[in-house]
């Protein structure tokens, strides 16, 4: 006999912050993406949809999803230490943090606070480019060049990129050098293979997508997957997520307004994956 509804265990719920990060000065092509956080927001909590997840999830009901606003940011200063201290806050207090950039480069300051929550920890890279350059134009902390810095200080143990379809020698050999587990666009129907058996922090850059779903990014970059594909992989990877980012969307790009809604269908789904993972 199955178990009735109200025998079946409630699914743990944990509380999620949204963090924006309004950073670009680490672009190499066009800044951005540093107004995107506020324009996420509004598509997410737009009256025109609901809150509702394909999952189930009232996002935006119950209390789970908090705003943590804004990390407050001198474009001409380091700006690392600021987002790593926001990011730590938000760990603290005992929520999981879902950052809003930005571009890729804040996803390492972001990893420095999350490691020390969780001493084991996999990445779940989505993307068009690897970023791991060791230096692109003379710069170290390019956005280019965050999962090099991340993987060199060892803040995961394991990275699996998807979606890459922007390979070239040195970035091949990096890929080597870190161990990492690369699912280029030609290979993507292995994305359907990843499990993790420890916890995942997820990083989706918006040019994961094909430009046909997502024109509002600096990096356009062809041949990419649907917003179907991305949230198949977001919704049914096994593993516990523990935090993610959403980065890249620039809204400068996006004059009809699509993309916004794409960053904000995805940092829905994703909110939700983050609410209800258990490990």
């Given at each position: ?14 509380s999620?912050?949204?963090l924006?990060i309004p950073?670009d ?53 380091d700006v ?24 890729h480069?804040?996803t ?7 490691r020390r ?17 060791d230096?692109?134009?003379?710069d170290r ?8 810095r ?5 803040l995961a143990?394991?990275?699996?990129q998807?979606?890459?379809?922007t390979?070239n ?6 890929a080597d ?38 024109p509002?990014v600096?990096h356009r970059?062809?041949g990419?997957?649907s ?5 198949r992989v ?5 593993g516990?997520?523990?935090g ?15 993309t916004a ?7 829905r789904?994703?909110?939700a994956?983050?609410?209800t993972?258990t490990?």
């Amino acid at each position: 006999m199955s178990r009735s509804a109200a025998e079946t265990p409630p699914v743990r719920m944990h509380s999620v912050a949204l963090l924006g990060i309004p950073y670009d000065a680490a672009s190499s092509f066009l800044r951005g993406p540093a107004a995107a956080p506020p324009v996420i927001r509004a598509a997410l909590l737009s009256d025109s949809t609901n809150g509702w997840s394909e999952s189930g999830i009232d996002v935006r009901g119950g209390g789970a999803l908090r705003d943590a606003g804004d990390v407050a940011l001198d474009q001409g200063s380091d700006v690392r230490a600021p987002i790593e201290s926001a990011v730590q806050s938000i760990l603290g207090s005992g929520a999981r943090p879902l950052c809003l950039g930005g571009d890729h480069s804040v996803t390492y300051p972001v990893l420095r606070a999350v490691r020390r929550q969780y001493p084991r920890l996999s990445l779940l890279h989505l993307d068009a480019h690897s970023d791991l350059y060791d230096a692109f134009e003379g710069d170290r902390l390019s956005h280019a060049c965050p999962f090099a810095r991340i993987m060199e200080e060892r803040l995961a143990d394991r990275l699996v990129q998807v979606g890459i379809r922007t390979m070239n020698p040195h970035l091949e050999a990096q890929a080597d050098r870190f161990g990492v587990e690369v699912i280029t666009m030609d290979d993507w129907d292995d994305a359907s293979e990843i499990s993790f058996d420890t916890p995942v922090y997820v990083s989706v850059d918006i040019d994961v997508l094909d430009p046909a779903f997502a024109p509002g990014v600096s990096h356009r970059e062809p041949g990419g997957p649907s917003v179907r594909d991305v949230l198949r992989v977001l919704r049914r990877t096994p593993g516990d997520f523990i935090g993610g980012d959403v980065v890249e969307f620039n809204p400068a790009q996006d004059p009809t307004g699509v993309t916004a809604w794409v960053a904000a269908k995805i940092v829905r789904e994703l909110a939700a994956r983050l609410m209800t993972a258990t490990p």
